[in-house]
C-alpha cells in the first residue's frame, strides 16, 4: 500500500451518499470531478482505469476514486455502495484507483453507515460526525492492508467524543485529552497516531477548517464570529491556519 495514507489530509466533505446500480450495468466516468472513497457495503464492481489492472471494489475492498480520473466500471453483483465525495486540495492522495483490503468489515460498515446517516438528516455536529467516521475508516487502514486493533480507539474513544462534542472549546490540547482517557500524554500520542495517522493537533485542524469552510460558504456570520464557533481565540490564528489548509484567506473564500 501507498505510505501516502499516513498522510491524507482532508479539507473538507463534499457528500456522503449511498447509491445502488443494477446487477450486469456496465458504465463509464470521464474525468471524476472529485476524488472519492468508495465502499460497497454489498455486492461486487470492478474499476479500470486506462488499460491498467482491474480494481475490485466489495465489503472487503475500500477504494478510492481520484479526481479528474477517466474509468469503467462494471457491477457484478448488485448491491449499496457508500460514496464519501471529498476535497483534498491540490494534494491527491493517489493518483489511479486503488483498492485496499479489509480485515474486519463489519467495523468499516457501521462507520459508513453511520456518515451516511448523518449526512443525510444533516442533524446537529453532523459534518463534525461524519469527518470523524471518516477518519475512523481510514485510521483503520495500515501499509500492510491491515487493520488496527479496535480495543485502541476504544481507550481514546472518550477524548474523540469530547472533539466532536466541543469542537469549539479553545483550550482542546493533548494533556486534556489523555486526561480524559486516563493514560499518560506520550501513550495518548502514541494510540492517536496509530489509529488516526496524523498528530492530535492536525486532526483537530482539519475538522475545525473542514466546518469552518461550511460555514462560511452558507454565510454563517462573520470571520470572527466563524474563528469563535469552531475553536480559535481570535481571527489572526485563524485566518493563518485557514489559509494554511486551503491556500487561501477566510475572506477570500467567502467571497468567491
Known amino acids: ?15 456522503v451518499v449511498k447509491t445502488r446500480i443494477k446487477e450486469g450495468t456496465v458504465a463509464s466516468n470521464k474525468c471524476r470531478d472529485s476524488s472519492a472513497f468508495a465502499y460497497k457495503t454489498a455486492g461486487k464492481t470492478i474499476y479500470r482505469q486506462d488499460g491498467r489492472a ?33 476535497d483534498f486540495g491540490d494534494c491527491i ?10 480485515r474486519n468489515s463489519a467495523d468499516i460498515l457501521a462507520c459508513a453507515e453511520k456518515a451516511e446517516r448523518f449526512w443525510t438528516y444533516k442533524k446537529q455536529g453532523y459534518r463534525n460526525k461524519c469527518m470523524s467516521y471518516i477518519f475512523n475508516i481510514l485510521s ?58 496524523m498528530p492530535v493537533a492536525k486532526y483537530i485542524e482539519s475538522v475545525r477548517i473542514g466546518k469552518a469552510r461550511e460555514l462560511l460558504k452558507n454565510d454563517y456570520g462573520s470571520v470572527g464570529e466563524v474563528a469563535e464557533c469552531v475553536g480559535y481565540r481570535n481571527i489572526y490564528h485563524f485566518s493563518k491556519a485557514f489559509k494554511k489548509v486551503t491556500g487561501v484567506s477566510p475572506t477570500e473564500f467567502s467571497r468567491g
Open 140 to 197: 483503520n487502514v495500515n501499509r500492510n492492508g491491515g487493520y488496527v486493533n479496535s480495543s485502541k480507539y476504544e481507550i481514546i474513544k472518550p477524548s474523540i467524543r469530547y472533539i466532536e462534542e466541543h469542537l469549539e472549546d479553545p483550550d482542546i490540547d493533548t494533556e486534556f485529552l489523555s486526561r480524559l482517557s486516563g493514560i499518560s500524554i506520550p501513550y495518548f500520542r502514541k494510540l492517536f497516531c496509530e489509529i488516526y495517522k
Open 93 to 102: 492522495p493517489f493518483d489511479e484507483i486503488t483498492s485496499f483490503p479489509i
Open 54 to 86: 482491474s480494481v475490485l471494489s466489495d465489503p472487503s475492498h475500500l477504494v478510492f476514486l481520484p479526481k479528474g480520473s477517466s474509468y469503467f466500471y462494471t457491477v457484478v453483483e448488485s448491491g449499496d455502495c457508500i460514496l464519501f465525495e471529498l
Open 1 to 15: 500500500m501507498n505510505d501516502k495514507i499516513s498522510d491524507i489530509r482532508i479539507y473538507d466533505i463534499l457528500s
